[in-house]
T-cell receptor, first 110, second 116 residues
Framework: GQSLEQPSEVTAVEGAIVQINCTYQTSGFYGLSWYQQHDGGAPTFLSYNALDGLEETGRFSSFLSRSDSYGYLLLQELQMKDSASYFCAAPNTGGFKTIFGAGTRLFVKA | DTAVSQTPKYLVTQMGNDKSIKCEQNLGHDTMYWYKQDSKKFLKIMFSYNNKELIINETVPNRFSPKSPDKAHLNLHINSLELGDSAVYFC???????????????FGEGSWLTVV
C-alpha cells in the first residue's frame, strides 16, 4: 500500500524555525506536496518537490530526499498566523489519486 | 471570484434524510474531486471526475452518489444519512488528474455536515 507518516503535533515559539517531517511508502513516486489548513478553512497548496533538494518560497521551504523516502517542510520566522495543520501529500501509484498524510498540527506560542 | 465554491457551508440534518452538496469551479480545470475530512482531520478521497467521467471511486457506501453535469460542476448526493456521515466534505479541482507534474489541488471551503 501507500502511506505518508508525519508527526501529529509540533509546538514552537514565535520567531523560531520549525521543521515538519514526512516519510512516505509508495511503489511509484511522483513528488511530494505540502498543504496548509487553518481551523475551519480549506487546505491550500504550499509547495511541491519533484526532485531532491530544497525549494524555497518566502518563509517556507520544502525539502525532498527520494533515496530516503523523506521530506520536510521548514517554516522560518514563525508567526502566530502559522498555527495550522500541515499535510504532506503524494500521488499514488499510477498517479491518479493524491494521498494525504494525517496532518501535523502546529501550535505557535508567543 | 471564488475558484471552487460549494454549498451549503453548513448542514444539520436528521438520520435517514437525503441531502445534496453542490460544487462549482471557475478555474477551467478538467478534474474535480470530493474529499471527506473526519474529526481527526484525516483527508480521504471519495470520488474523482475527469471531464465528467468518473475515474476514482473509493470504497464509499453506495448511499453516496456523485454527479457531474459538466466539467465545472460536481455534486454529491447522500441518501439515508447516518450519524457516521458527519464530517466536512471538501470539493476540489485540479487542472488534470493528479500525477507526475505535482498538479495543485484547489479546495473549496468545505461543507460541514452534522447528522443528528
Amino acid at each position: 500500500g501507500q502511506s505518508l507518516e508525519q508527526p501529529s503535533e509540533v509546538t514552537a515559539v514565535e520567531g523560531a524555525i520549525v521543521q515538519i517531517n514526512c516519510t512516505y511508502q509508495t511503489s511509484g513516486f511522483y513528488g511530494l506536496s505540502w498543504y496548509q489548513q487553518h481551523d475551519g478553512g480549506a487546505p491550500t497548496f504550499l509547495s511541491y518537490n519533484a526532485l531532491d533538494g530544497l525549494e524555497e518560497t518566502g518563509r517556507f521551504s520544502s525539502f525532498l530526499s527520494r533515496s530516503d523516502s523523506y521530506g520536510y517542510l521548514l517554516l522560518q520566522e514563525l508567526q502566530m498566523k502559522d498555527s495550522a495543520s500541515y499535510f504532506c501529500a503524494a500521488p499514488n501509484t499510477g498517479g491518479f489519486k493524491t494521498i494525504f498524510g494525517a496532518g501535523t498540527r502546529l501550535f505557535v506560542k508567543a | 471570484d471564488t475558484a471552487v465554491s460549494q454549498t451549503p457551508k453548513y448542514l444539520v440534518t436528521q438520520m435517514g434524510n437525503d441531502k445534496s452538496i453542490k460544487c462549482e469551479q471557475n478555474l477551467g480545470h478538467d478534474t474535480m474531486y470530493w474529499y471527506k475530512q473526519d474529526s481527526k482531520k484525516f483527508l480521504k478521497i471519495m470520488f474523482s471526475y475527469n471531464n465528467k467521467e468518473l475515474i476514482i471511486n473509493e470504497t464509499v457506501p453506495n448511499r453516496f452518489s456523485p454527479k457531474s453535469p459538466d466539467k465545472a460542476h460536481l455534486n454529491l448526493h447522500i441518501n439515508s444519512l447516518e450519524l457516521g456521515d458527519s464530517a466536512v466534505y471538501f470539493c476540489a479541482s485540479s487542472q488534470r488528474p493528479t500525477g507526475h507534474s505535482g498538479n495543485t489541488i484547489y479546495f473549496g471551503e468545505g461543507s460541514w455536515l452534522t447528522v443528528v
